[in-house]
T-cell receptor
Framework: DAGVIQSPRHEVTEMGQEVTLRCKPI?????LFWYRQTMMRGLELLIY????????DSGMPEDRFSAKMPNASFSTLKIQPSEPRDSAVYFC????????????????FGPGTRLTVL | DAKTTQPPSMDCAEGRAANLPCNHS???????VYWYRQIHSQGPQYIIH???NNETNEMASLIITEDRKSSTLILPHATLRDTAVYYC????????????????FGKGTKLSVIP
């Protein structure tokens, strides 16, 4: 299994530009998460999807951020317009719903996209 | 989620066992102990989790005290590739009906494996 795939790995852009981050979850996983990691705030959950439907977007910082999941194998996180304070590493993670006696919601993370907004 | 306390850093000789402690004295009955690690410039990686029994998988062992107020992650034969920040997280699994998917990472323990 290739694991969670994210692109690009690095993105440098100028303030005001639109940024699109992409994620391909592990095949068969039905939960997808977008996180942001900074030194100051640590790892923050921005939004998550279940079966392509956004469930909780309370972590999305403001209207400049939007996320979509058009199908089970692809999701995007868009920032428009971008600002220097958006500079961070953005992680995508996926998880498989589990049923039965074993309760687990292990999340598998991608390598991240390091975003720098100048 | 219960608060956890971990030492900020530890060293371990290559080939020896690495024992990483975690205190979670306010853990509640339905909270699990999870361990993740983050190798430099990579995404967090799940290691192991448990409720009250000791657990072992291909990566590590998890020892939880009988009163569940502390636990130890054991890497039986540490290698240089195990150098990373290790996070102990106590949380209610979402699928149990009362939890959240948010993984709250504290500062963790920076483990340095020395040749």
């Amino acid at each position: 299994d290739a694991g969670v795939i994210q692109s690009p790995r690095h993105e440098v852009t100028e303030m005001g530009q639109e940024v699109t981050l992409r994620c391909k979850p592990i095949s068969g996983h039905d939960y997808l998460f977008w996180y942001r990691q900074t030194m100051m705030r640590g790892l923050e959950l921005l939004i998550y999807f279940n079966n392509n439907v956004p469930i909780d977007d309370s972590g999305m910082p403001e209207d400049r951020f939007s996320a979509k999941m058009p199908n089970a194998s692809f999701s995007t996180l868009k920032i428009q317009p971008s600002e220097p304070r958006d500079s961070a590493v953005y992680f995508c993670a996926s998880s498989l719903d589990s049923f039965g006696a074993v309760v687990t919601d292990t999340q598998y993370f991608g390598p991240g996209t390091r975003l720098t907004v100048l | 989620d219960a608060k956890t306390t971990q030492p900020p850093s530890m060293d371990c000789a290559e080939g020896r066992a690495a024992n990483l402690p975690c205190n979670h004295s306010t853990i509640s009955g339905n909270e699990y102990v999870y361990w993740y690690r983050q190798i430099h410039s990579q995404g967090p990686q799940y290691i192991i989790h448990g409720l009250k029994n000791n657990e072992t998988n291909e990566m590590a062992s998890l020892i939880i005290t009988e009163d569940r107020k502390s636990s130890t992650l054991i890497l039986p034969h540490a290698t240089l590739r195990d150098t990373a920040v290790y996070y102990c997280i106590v949380r209610v699994p979402f699928l149990s009906g009362a939890g959240s998917y948010q993984l709250t990472f504290g500062k963790g323990t920076k483990l340095s494996v020395i040749p």
